[in-house]
Structure formats: structure tokens, C-alpha cells
């Protein structure tokens, strides 16, 4: 069965850092492109990052230079590794697989790990 | 940054109804334009990739159109079990969701 285990969420105070992981398991894990995906309470998605099977990364303007997306193709495992946490951050925390060419959606998603950034 | 747009963000309709929901991109994203439905509690599905193409396993009532900037998902004949919050996601250029479309019974 294709799957996605997210983990390390948890509460954390404003400026703190956080490491999410992503265990994938079911498909080859290092063929495919993955993101990050979040989502605050009651609100919509917002795209975190992705990164390349070459190990290309990308993200949006408001966490470029705070967070950090890796993998390690070895262990079946994605990570984000997030610095500077804002109450903003605050949110579950999805990792998806790109389907087949990173244009053509995310195919596979995990169930997701709740980010919470407060005092 | 490409903004996608999508309306209404809202929609009340019945069962058997004929559904659409639009997306609108701030620049032409060709058709690199996906559509997710997500249920309360539940991890976005994928539905329709490349603007018009089924993902596998998703009901035929399902269908996606559009190129540019305005894209339409449409729900020939809603179902129960599709009340749920449907995003737009453009990937042409790293990657932006709309901001969601609740569609909910009438």
C-alpha cells in the first residue's frame, strides 16, 4: 500500500524550530518530486516547499530562508525542517508525493501533523 | 507569484444537481491547473491533473476544462458523498491553491 507517515509536529514557542518527517512507504520514494503542503485551522492550503528527486528545492516567499526541505532516499524519508517559527505557522502540516512529472498534481498524501506555535 | 482565484467560495446544491466551480489564474498557466476535494478531518484528494484529465479511480461526474487563465470543475450529478470543499492548484510555476470552494446541501 502506498503511504505517508507525517511526525514531529507539536507545540512550540514563537522563534523556536521544529523537524517534521515523512516516512514514505509502497512506491519507489526516490522517483518521485514531494512537497509540503499546510494548512491552519478552518482555512485553505498553502504550498510550503518541494524538492527535486535531484535534490532541487523550492519554496514560497513566506518561508523561503526559514525552512528547509530535505530527503533522504535511503531511509524512505522527507523532511522540513522549520527555524523561526511565527504564530502564522501555525498549522497541520501535510507531505504529498508529485505525481508522475510535478506538473500533474499530488497524487498521494499523508494524514497530516498538527503545528502549533504559541507562548 | 501567480494568484488563483476560484468562485463562488460558497455553494448550496442539491443532490442530482449539475455543479460548477471556477478558477481563475493571475497569468496563462497553460493548463498545468489541478483540482483537489477535501473532506472535514480528511487530507486533500486529487481529482482532476493537467486541467482535464481523471485521476484514476475518480467517478466519471467528476470533469475538469479550461487553458490560460479560467479553468471549470463540474459535477454533472453532485452525490452525497461529494459535499466537500473543492481547491483549485496551479503548478506551473512552483505551485499556489485557491482559496476554496465549500459546496454544501441545499
Known amino acids: 500500500e502506498v503511504q505517508l507517515v507525517e511526525s514531529g509536529g507539536g507545540l512550540v514557542q514563537p522563534g523556536g524550530s521544529l523537524r517534521l518527517s515523512c516516512a514514505a512507504s509502497?512506491?519507489?520514494?526516490?522517483?518521485?518530486?514531494m512537497h509540503w503542503v499546510r494548512q491552519p485551522t478552518g482555512k485553505g492550503l498553502e504550498w510550503v516547499s518541494a524538492?527535486?528527486?535531484?535534490?532541487?528545492?523550492y519554496y514560497p516567499g513566506s518561508v523561503k530562508g526559514r525552512f528547509t526541505i530535505s530527503r533522504e532516499n535511503a531511509r524512505n524519508s522527507l523532511y522540513l525542517q522549520m527555524n523561526s517559527l511565527r504564530a502564522g505557522d501555525t498549522a497541520v502540516y501535510y507531505c504529498a508525493r508529485a505525481a508522475a512529472g510535478s506538473h500533474y498534481g499530488m497524487d498521494v498524501w499523508g494524514q497530516g501533523t498538527t503545528v502549533t506555535v504559541s507562548s | 507569484d501567480i494568484q488563483m482565484t476560484q468562485s463562488p467560495s460558497s455553494l448550496s446544491a442539491s443532490v442530482g444537481d449539475r455543479v460548477t466551480i471556477t478558477c481563475r489564474a493571475s497569468q496563462s498557466i497553460r493548463s498545468y491547473l489541478n483540482w483537489y476535494q477535501q473532506k472535514p478531518g480528511k487530507a486533500p484528494k486529487l481529482l482532476i491533473y493537467?486541467?482535464?484529465s481523471l485521476q484514476s479511480g475518480v467517478p466519471s461526474r467528476f470533469s475538469g476544462s479550461g487553458s490560460g487563465t479560467d479553468f471549470t470543475l463540474t459535477i454533472s450529478s453532485l452525490q452525497p458523498e461529494d459535499f466537500a470543499t473543492y481547491y483549485c492548484?496551479?503548478?506551473?510555476?512552483?505551485?499556489?491553491f485557491g482559496q476554496g470552494t465549500k459546496l454544501e446541501i441545499k
Open positions: 509502497g512506491f519507489t520514494f526516490s522517483s518521485y518530486d
Open positions: 524538492i527535486s528527486t535531484a535534490g532541487d528545492t
Open positions: 493537467a486541467a482535464s
Open positions: 492548484q496551479q503548478s506551473y510555476s512552483t505551485h499556489t
